[in-house]
């Protein structure tokens, strides 16, 4: 009456404290585990950018009027403030004690991503090209394994409608980020109400649920035997444009 | 170098169609698979609605002049559009194919959450109380098997700003909805940039991973060993108020 149908793992990993200055890759640290065909390597965003020496510090940065102006305003560091101006595009919603942006990739996202926790000194803001990060790391890991897996970076965003942040893919390599599902029937032979499906995301989401966001120190985590496509996805495809977006 | 710290299991799982019209509960269906303490049981909207006895037959829907009206707008049949209406506080976007409402629970998704896929006759809209379901199908399989468990009730929806659906948690039970995790601190000792975390919803999107959203006939999923809290969570409290939102 009951039967099993698919069983899917995930696998939260502690790896050490990543500085940049490591004399190893991601690729070769994650490549340590005895990774299988199809397994999905989730990478939290701070170790990506971290691992990219992404971080800026405090004393180098110069705020603008505009920046120490908004400071007050939202009651963070001008220094904070001038790195989210420079990570965004345009400033999506304004509030007393928040902003949000569409960043340089198109993300819209408190504070364009740009992170102060999780790190010893500096100011981090997302990887500068995620979907180009994710395509490295797993370049190198099927290099050392001759694994061939799927990679995605994912982030925790807050989002409308909705109390809490969630896992998001903003980077995506070696498997399906947008899965469009058109034209496929449901059980009873009629097309499908929703077409497309976040998958990348909800990959992410899934990750999320095991890294935790506080100190758990789990930022890596092997999805294994998920039934999704393994393609040429990319984290690009899962933003709406601003001129398909009726919310903006 | 890397400590395997977290085993989640995430077990799909095929159980008949369900029609309303069986000589058991969903409880005690989904009982008869070996449940273990902490288990959480994420079962598809449809399965609920439809053990419910929650799907409105066509030919007994008088669609109103509004109704009619809009249904030449959005390219659907008049039946259905009335249903959307009947579901709905009010429309918070409407385009030329497309109807986004506030359901009477508060959820703003497309359609006011109504279906017409996977059912072979009749309309089917969301759970009346999704909480109220999650909560005495949790109650039945804790009098049957004596297992503490958690049970979310998921859907597909919709989102602005990035493209696909992505699972949410509508109805909560036994397990964290909201997860407040302010004052906890980073691996630095700062506190956390994210505080309010939406775990039923990322729990949520990880059963649809496995759940696809066509004909898997996968609408039940177990989550094994998912390191989130059980309390008294719910669906509700992951719904952000008109009053609270930026982009509403």
Redesign the interface.
């Given at each position: 009456?009951?039967?099993?149908?698919?069983?899917?793992?995930?696998?939260?990993?502690?790896?050490?404290?990543i500085s940049g200055n490591e004399d190893y890759t991601l690729a070769e640290?994650?490549s340590?585990?005895p990774l299988k065909d199809k397994d999905i390597i989730v990478i939290a965003e701070t170790v990506v950018s971290k691992s990219e020496k992404n971080v800026i510090l405090k004393d180098t940065i110069k705020p603008s009027n505009e920046a120490i102006e908004l400071s007050k305003k939202l009651g963070k560091e001008p220094e904070v403030v001038q790195v989210i101006l420079d990570e965004s595009n345009e400033t999506v919603?304004l509030?007393p004690n928040f902003i949000?942006t569409e960043t340089k990739h198109g993300?819209?996202c408190a504070n364009s991503g740009v992170?102060?926790?999780?790190?010893?000194k500096g100011i981090k803001p997302l990887p500068k090209n995620p979907d180009k990060s994710a395509n490295e790391i797993r370049k190198g890991i099927e290099e050392i394994t001759g694994k061939n897996v799927g990679v995605i970076i994912n982030d925790?965003m807050?989002?409308?409608?909705?109390?809490?942040?969630?896992?998001?893919a903003i980077g995506v390599s070696g498997v399906c980020g947008?899965?469009d599902?058109k034209g496929?029937?449901?059980?009873?032979g009629?097309?499908?109400?929703?077409t497309?499906?976040?998958?990348a995301?909800?990959?992410a989401?899934?990750a999320?649920?095991?890294m935790?966001?506080?100190?758990?120190?789990?930022p890596?985590v092997i999805i294994r035997n998920?039934?999704?496509p393994f393609n040429d996805g990319t984290g690009k495809?899962?933003?709406?444009k601003k001129e398909e977006?009726?919310?903006?």
């Amino acid at each position: 009456m009951i039967t099993e149908r698919v069983k899917m793992e995930v696998i939260g990993l502690e790896i050490p404290l990543i500085s940049g200055n490591e004399d190893y890759t991601l690729a070769e640290l994650i490549s340590k585990y005895p990774l299988k065909d199809k397994d999905i390597i989730v990478i939290a965003e701070t170790v990506v950018s971290k691992s990219e020496k992404n971080v800026i510090l405090k004393d180098t940065i110069k705020p603008s009027n505009e920046a120490i102006e908004l400071s007050k305003k939202l009651g963070k560091e001008p220094e904070v403030v001038q790195v989210i101006l420079d990570e965004s595009n345009e400033t999506v919603r304004l509030g007393p004690n928040f902003i949000v942006t569409e960043t340089k990739h198109g993300f819209v996202c408190a504070n364009s991503g740009v992170d102060e926790s999780n790190t010893s000194k500096g100011i981090k803001p997302l990887p500068k090209n995620p979907d180009k990060s994710a395509n490295e790391i797993r370049k190198g890991i099927e290099e050392i394994t001759g694994k061939n897996v799927g990679v995605i970076i994912n982030d925790s965003m807050g989002r409308p409608f909705r109390k809490g942040s969630c896992g998001v893919a903003i980077g995506v390599s070696g498997v399906c980020g947008l899965w469009d599902r058109k034209g496929e029937k449901d059980l009873f032979g009629r097309e499908l109400k929703t077409t497309e499906v976040g998958i990348a995301d909800e990959l992410a989401a899934t990750a999320s649920v095991v890294m935790g966001q506080s100190n758990e120190g789990i930022p890596l985590v092997i999805i294994r035997n998920a039934p999704v496509p393994f393609n040429d996805g990319t984290g690009k495809e899962l933003i709406r444009k601003k001129e398909e977006d009726v919310f903006r």
